[in-house]
């Protein structure tokens, strides 16, 4: 997971959003000092949180300590700073939570995992167009915890809001698999790879189908690694 896929446009963090300056803003400019050296990055952050606990401070010391491999303390820094934002920023604190999610499962935390991405379902029951992520995320945290059904439960209901996204079609038809559900789970398997568009999305797709046509094959659902 790159610190691009995590990353909030700057202004979702703004109690009172004010237009953008001209150039880059301080932020954008801690973050962009991360590939170089992240420990001096974290560094930088936090003296700049000291000034005035400025929450885009503490959030670039978190991608700081998610580049430097540092994840519980990554997933614990987004957490708060999910639960310390102006909760009116539903986007924003959703996206927060699930921040904090994924660094949970690199921390191989998923419980907790589970428990961020609840919190930010919660938040977006009310704007069902931006659960799937969401969903498809707390259903990694289930079959990290080796509970299928409740994984397949999410990814159907992602797949209820958005019927082509390849990438739950693939989870699920894992997630059948592993209750050897076989002929379901190669019917998810076969749509994800008729809808892969991009050579990752169909190379995902082909090694989901070859596992669950070798579980069909033996009886015994194969474990993925």
Known sequence: MTIAALL?????????PAPAPAGESRFERCVASIEADAAAAYETAMSWAA????????????????????????ARRFQNLAEMINPALTGAQAELFSQAGNTW??????????????????IMEREPAQLPDLLVDRARAYAMEGNYRSAEEDL??????RPQDTLALRLRASARMHQSAFDLAEADALQSL????????????????GHV????????PVEEQ
């Open 51 to 74: 000034e005035g606990h400025a929450l885009d401070a503490y959030r670039c010391a978190a991608f700081a300590l998610l580049a430097q491999e540092r994840y519980e303390e990554a």
């Open 194 to 209: 008729a809808l892969a568009d991009t050579e990752g999305e169909q190379v995902g797709a082909a090694l989901i189908l």
């Open 8 to 16: 909030l446009p700057f202004a979702l963090m703004q109690a009172a």
């Open 105 to 122: 499962l690199l921390a191989h935390e998923p419980s907790l995992a589970r428990s961020a991405f609840t919190r930010g379902v919660v």
């Open 156 to 161: 159907s209901r992602a797949l209820d809001i």
């Open 213 to 220: 046509r070798e579980s069909k094959r033996t009886g015994t």
